[in-house]
């Protein structure tokens, strides 16, 4: 279950509408996304906080275009984009801008007050879509490796 998107109903605009319901863009290259098969989807479509109203799809005459997945954190003031992706043939359109403030609005009018979102910082796509939408950052976290040898 999710919810369709009329192109005209995104946000700031250029999104084309329609949706195929359980489906999600791949988010090739992601580093804890990219893997994702239908089995996580419908995994998390079952966990209690799943709210259908919370993911957007939008297709165009190609099929899905893009999504924006959104997530309601208890007690329900903060909101969180929780999986976005445009469909890498149409990036650089303006969808994903659109599917993110379609993202907001929708948890906005959920409840949420604030809005907040996790971002790789290798990602410089997303980090300047964000920092252009006004998201300031609140927390940074670093990840090592390091090779073991026995
Ligand atoms: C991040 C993502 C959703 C952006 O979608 P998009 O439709 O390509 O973005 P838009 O066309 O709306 O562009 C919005 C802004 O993003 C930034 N941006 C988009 N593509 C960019 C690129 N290749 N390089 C640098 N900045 C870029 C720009 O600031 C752009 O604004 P501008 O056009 O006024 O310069 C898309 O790249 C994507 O699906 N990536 C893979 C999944 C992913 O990383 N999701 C985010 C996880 S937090």
Redesign the pocket.
């Known amino acids: 279950m999710a919810t369709r998107v009329p192109r005209e109903d995104l946000r700031g605009g250029t999104g084309r509408g329609g949706l195929a319901p359980g489906e999600q863009p791949g988010?090739?290259?992601?580093p804890e996304q990219s893997g994702w098969d239908l089995t996580t989807l419908r995994r998390r479509e079952r966990e209690p906080w799943f709210d259908p109203a919370g993911l957007l799809l939008v297709e165009d005459d190609d099929g899905l275009a893009?999504s924006c997945w959104t997530k309601l954190h208890p007690p329900g003031d903060v909101g969180e984009?929780y999986v976005?992706?445009?469909d890498p043939d149409?990036?650089?359109?303006?969808?994903?801008?659109?599917?993110t403030l379609s993202g907001l609005a929708s948890l906005a009018e959920r409840g949420a007050t604030t809005g907040m979102?996790?971002?790789?910082g290798a990602?410089?796509?997303?980090l300047?879509?964000y920092d252009?939408l006004g998201f300031a950052l609140a927390r940074l976290d670093r990840a090592y490796v390091g090779e073991v040898r026995p």
């Open positions: 988010v090739r290259g992601h893009g984009i976005i992706a445009v149409r990036q650089g359109l303006g969808l994903g801008r659109a599917l979102l996790f971002v790789d990602n410089t796509a997303a300047r879509l252009s």
